[in-house]
T-cell receptor
Framework: QKEVEQDPGPLSVPEGAIVSLNCTYS??????FMWYRQYSRKGPELLMY????GNKEDGRFTAQVDKSSKYISLFIRDSQPSDSATYLC????????????FGSGTRLQVQP | EAEVAQSPRYKITEKSQAVAFWCDPI?????LYWYRQILGQGPELLVQ????????DSQLPKDRFSAERLKGVDSTLKIQPAELGDSAMYLC???????????????FGPGTRLLVL
C-alpha cells in the first residue's frame, strides 16, 4: 500500500463548477501538506502549502487538512478551462529530510 | 522570476548507452533534489543534496545511477547503462535554506523527458 493515495481520475467538470480533489495518507508523521499543479510536459508548480491541520484559502483555491482522518482536500471554485491539469498532493515529515512524498496525481479537465 | 533550469528537455537513447542530465537550481538554494516521475505517477525522490553533500540517496539505483553536485551549485545525474525501464521524466527541484521550517517550498524545473529504446 502506498503512503499517499490519490484518485487518478480523469475528472471532467463544466466551466464554473466547484472541484474537489482529495488525498489520503497513512504516515501520521506527515506535518507539511502541499498541492502542486502540473501541466502536460511541465514541472510541478506549487499551488498551496499548509502546515498541520486546518484550512487555507488563496483566491479560488482552498486547501483543507484533517490529520485525525489522514485526509487532505483541495477545492477549486469557479473552475476555468485553464485549470485543466494534473493536481498532485505532496507531504513531508517534520524532520530534516524535507523530501516530499507525492500522490499519483488527479487529472482534471474543465470543459468550456 | 528565478527558475530552476534543466537540460536537455528531451533525450532519446538506446538501452545500454550512457545519459546525463543537468540542473541549475535557483541562485542561493542550498538544497537540491532529483526526482523521477513515471507517466501517470507522482514524482519519487532519487537523491537529495545539501550544498555539495548527499543527504539521502536511499532510493537511487547505485549500480547504474550516479549524481554529483561538486561545488554545491549545479548538479548532474547520470545513468549508465540505461535500461528500458528508465524511461520517465527526471525532475530537479531546489529549496532555499531560508524557507526551511514552516515554509516548505520546493521549486521544480521543467524536467528532462527520457525515452530509452
Amino acid at each position: 500500500q502506498k503512503e499517499v493515495e490519490q484518485d487518478p481520475g480523469p475528472l471532467s467538470v463544466p466551466e464554473g463548477a466547484i472541484v474537489s480533489l482529495n488525498c489520503t495518507y497513512s504516515n501520521s508523521a506527515f506535518q507539511y501538506f502541499m498541492w502542486y499543479r502540473q501541466y502536460s510536459r511541465k514541472g510541478p508548480e506549487l499551488l498551496m502549502y499548509t502546515y498541520s491541520s486546518g484550512n487555507k484559502e488563496d483566491g479560488r483555491f482552498t486547501a483543507q487538512v484533517d490529520k485525525s482522518s489522514k485526509y487532505i482536500s483541495l477545492f477549486i471554485r469557479d473552475s476555468q478551462p485553464s485549470d485543466s491539469a494534473t493536481y498532485l498532493c505532496a507531504m513531508s515529515e517534520d524532520t530534516g529530510r524535507r523530501a516530499l512524498t507525492f500522490g499519483s496525481g488527479t487529472r482534471l479537465q474543465v470543459q468550456p | 522570476e528565478a527558475e530552476v533550469a534543466q537540460s536537455p528537455r528531451y533525450k532519446i537513447t538506446e538501452k545500454s548507452q550512457a545519459v546525463a542530465f543537468w540542473c541549475d537550481p535557483i541562485s542561493g538554494h542550498a538544497t537540491l533534489y532529483w526526482y523521477r516521475q513515471i507517466l501517470g505517477q507522482g514524482p519519487e525522490l532519487l537523491v537529495q543534496f545539501q550544498d555539495e553533500s548527499v543527504v539521502d540517496d536511499s532510493q537511487l539505483p547505485k549500480d547504474r545511477f550516479s549524481a554529483e553536485r561538486l561545488k554545491g551549485v549545479d548538479s548532474t545525474l547520470k545513468i549508465q547503462p540505461a535500461e528500458l525501464g528508465d524511461s520517465a521524466m527526471y525532475l530537479c527541484a531546489s529549496r532555499s535554506q531560508l524557507t526551511s521550517g514552516r515554509a516548505e517550498t520546493q521549486y521544480f524545473g521543467p524536467g528532462t523527458r527520457l525515452l530509452v529504446l
